[in-house]
């Protein structure tokens, strides 16, 4: 299954399904984006980042592809398990600190 | 190898009280930002802080809202005469540097104004 991020916040998979998840980002001069999970009741919790002199970042079943030109960012996470169910955000960096913009977000359900 | 502790996780304030929400970083780490969430909403930049020094206070409303991260001690979110669009989750994160890297969040402090 597939979001289109700001336009279309929820998405539904069936569990061993592939997930993709977008997100546009406003500044073309931010050079730092991470994704986020959070779940019910709980903080954002890292899931991966990546850095603008990259276009793609594999981590454990999860894979963010950055394309600057468009400025957008996609999430994919490989066999979505029950446990992916939650609502990801992406954020990018601007200011001199680790300040992050955080997209509005998508919540994703797994269908067992 | 405790993360980041809020507390306390939820608050329920009338208006015109005074809310006062605590976060203690990481171990480690010397940097902190607090962020808000309205229900079904992204987080919100509020402000950043190093110890005792406000870094950049850009998102945060410039009346009855301040913040601090004294030299010993949690950082401190006071919120002063709550009215109820005040109500939403507050977030703690904190991070080693000011170099770009990931922020440890906290689990929140759910205010509710009534």
């Known amino acids: 299954g597939e979001s289109v991020g700001l336009h279309l916040p929820t998405l539904s998979v069936q569990g061993g399904d592939n997930s993709i998840i977008n997100c546009a980002y406003s500044n073309s001069a931010s050079d730092y984006f991470i994704w986020y999970k959070q779940e019910s009741g709980k903080g954002p919790q890292f899931i991966i980042d990546i850095r603008s002199n990259m276009d793609k970042r594999q981590g454990q079943r999860v894979t963010v592809l950055l394309n600057k030109t468009v400025k957008h960012l996609s999430l994919q996470i490989a066999a979505t398990q029950p446990g992916d169910s939650a609502v990801y955000f992406c954020?990018?960096?601007f200011g001199t600190g680790n300040q992050f913009y955080f997209g509005t977000g998508t919540s994703l359900t797994v269908i067992p | 190898n405790a993360g980041v502790m809020q507390n306390p996780r939820h608050l329920v304030r009338r208006r015109g009280q005074e809310a006062r929400l605590r976060c203690s970083p990481m171990k480690g780490h010397s940097h902190v930002y607090w962020y808000r969430q309205l229900p079904e909403e992204g987080l919100k930049f509020m402000v950043y802080?190093?110890?005792?020094?406000?870094?950049?206070e850009s998102g945060m409303p410039k009346e009855r809202f301040s913040a601090e991260f004294p030299k010993e001690g949690p950082s401190i979110l006071r919120i002063q005469q709550v009215v109820r669009g005040d109500s939403a989750a507050y977030f703690c994160?904190?991070?080693?540097?000011?170099?770009?890297?990931?922020?440890?969040f906290g689990n929140g402090t759910r205010l509710t104004v009534t």
């Open positions: 802080l190093q110890k005792e020094n406000i870094i950049d």
């Open positions: 994160a904190s991070s080693p540097g000011s170099g770009s890297s990931p922020l440890h």
């Open positions: 954020a990018e960096n």
